[in-house]
């Protein structure tokens, strides 16, 4: 079965629309995100040539179902809890200083990137395989274009452009493919079992 395009992200046309029941519905989801943003950056997965964890996916995904506004609060909730010392991200670490380091222009990436990815939702992007992929792929450009420069404005005089590339890139690209695979296969799978909910 196969569904209209509609308008909104996966968030918006599940649930409440309007009232008090959207607003509970919003800070349900917004408190979920943030509780899923956490446990993914804990996950650690043995791969090649690093290790990864389901950090970005958790972001690009909740950033395609939450849509822009949404995923954007989600994640600077986030962002906001990490820099207050709460230990949200990857490890034991957080607090301004840990964010001022190497992952900073990244965590930075997280929130343009659940953004634009929940903008692209809202115009019917997650819906098919390949509006996903194409979707996912704008979105970890973004993170990488945060990314990149920090860790170059770090590293880059004492560590060389070539470890810059390795360490702030190239490590991870494998283990963001696969990530990429799964998230594009999820969400449009969710909308079709909406579809057949409605149906």
Excluded: C, H
Excluded at 9 to 21: I, N, R
Excluded at 31 to 41: D, K, M, N, R
Excluded at 58 to 80: I, K, N
Excluded at 118 to 136: D, E, F, H, P, T
Aim: glycine share 14%; charged share 10%; proline share 4%.
């Amino acid at each position: 079965m196969t569904i209209a395009i509609n308008r909104g992200a996966l968030a918006e046309v599940v649930g409440p629309s309007e009232g008090l029941g959207l607003r509970a519905k919003q800070v349900a989801l917004v408190v979920a995100g943030i509780a899923v943003l956490t446990a993914a950056a804990n996950i650690r997965v043995p791969m090649w040539p690093v290790p990864i964890t389901m950090q970005t996916f958790a972001v690009l995904t909740l950033g395609a179902a939450y849509g822009m506004r949404l995923g954007l609060a989600t994640l600077l909730g986030y962002l906001a809890l990490g820099a207050l010392g709460v230990t949200v991200f990857t490890g034991e670490s957080a607090g301004l200083a840990y964010m001022a380091g190497p992952t900073g222009g990244y965590l930075v990436g997280f929130a343009v990137a659940a953004g634009l990815v929940g903008w692209l939702a809202q115009r019917g992007w997650s819906q098919s395989v390949g509006g996903m992929v194409a979707a996912l792929l704008i979105g970890n450009a973004v993170i990488y274009a945060f990314g990149m420069p920090w860790m170059a404005y770090l590293f880059l005089a004492d560590k060389g452009a070539a470890w810059v590339m390795q360490w702030g890139m190239t490590n991870f690209l494998l283990g963001d493919a696969l990530k990429l695979v799964l998230a594009a296969l999820l969400l449009p799978a969710a909308w079709k079992l909406v579809g057949k909910a409605r149906g």
